[in-house]
T-cell receptor, first 114, second 112 residues
Framework: EAGVVQSPRYKIIEKKQPVAFWCNPI?????LYWYLQNLGQGPELLIR????????DSQLPKDRFSAERLKGVDSTLKIQPAELGDSAVYLC????????????FGPGTRLTVL | AQSVTQPDIHITVSEGASLELRCNYS??????LFWYVQSPGQGLQLLLK??????LVQGIKGFEAEFKRSQSSFNLRKPSVHWSDAAEYFC??????????FGPGTRLSVLP
């Protein structure tokens, strides 16, 4: 069974440019998460989806970040415009149903903003 | 505010020695509790989780954790560490589907 797939694995952009990350969860998983992980720190939840509904986006900086999961399967996280402080690893995870189920993490996308 | 703390930023142990990684949480009620491991270049992997019941939880790779309500702690233990256990370990808590929070992590180094 394929795990959580994320692309790209690495992205280098200049500040003020837009960037998008894509995530395909494990087949059948209803819950999808996006996390941000800064170097030397734990992941921080950005947004959680139950199917296509964003049920927790309280930590998503909505002035520049947006996310969608239109068909309740794969998801896209966008930053526009990117700032230097956005350099981090962006992790996607999925679970069967809710956070009580085990979350399976993808390899992440490492973003560098110059 | 709900939070998870891991007091030790970095721990070094010798191979074969025992290990205990500390985790404390601050939540209004006992949350779900988790331990994850992140090896270099690899994704986060769940070691074990606690929801209720028996306070000693067994996980993968020979790890166990003990929940202590009186101390708001969920410490991770392993009786004999292997060199392959060197990694970053994260404690996490979830308030029944709300506010999933990771701790800052503890980096484990293993001496041969």
């Amino acid at each position: 069974e394929a795990g959580v797939v994320q692309s790209p694995r690495y992205k280098i952009i200049e500040k003020k440019q837009p960037v998008a990350f894509w995530c395909n969860p494990i087949s059948g998983h209803n819950t999808l998460y996006w996390y941000l992980q800064n170097l030397g720190q734990g992941p921080e939840l950005l947004i959680r989806y139950e199917n296509e509904e964003a049920v927790d986006d309280s930590q998503l900086p909505k002035d520049r970040f947006s996310a969608e999961r239109l068909k309740g399967v794969d998801s896209t996280l966008k930053i526009q415009p990117a700032e230097l402080g956005d350099s981090a690893v962006y992790l996607c995870a999925s679970s069967g149903q809710g956070s009580a189920d085990t979350q399976y993490f993808g390899p992440g996308t490492r973003l560098t903003v110059l | 505010a709900q939070s998870v703390t891991q007091p030790d930023i970095h721990i070094t142990v010798s191979e074969g020695a025992s290990l205990e990684l500390r985790c404390n949480y601050s939540y209004g009620a006992t949350p779900y509790l988790f331990w994850y491991v992140q090896s270099p270049g690899q994704g986060l992997q769940l070691l074990l989780k606690y929801f209720s019941g028996d306070t000693l939880v067994q996980g993968i790779k020979g790890f166990e954790a003990e929940f202590k309500r009186s101390q708001s702690s969920f410490n991770l233990r392993k009786p004999s560490v292997h060199w392959s256990d060197a990694a970053e370990y994260f404690c996490a808590a979830d308030n029944y589907g709300q506010n999933f929070v990771f701790g800052p992590g503890t980096r484990l180094s293993v001496l041969p």
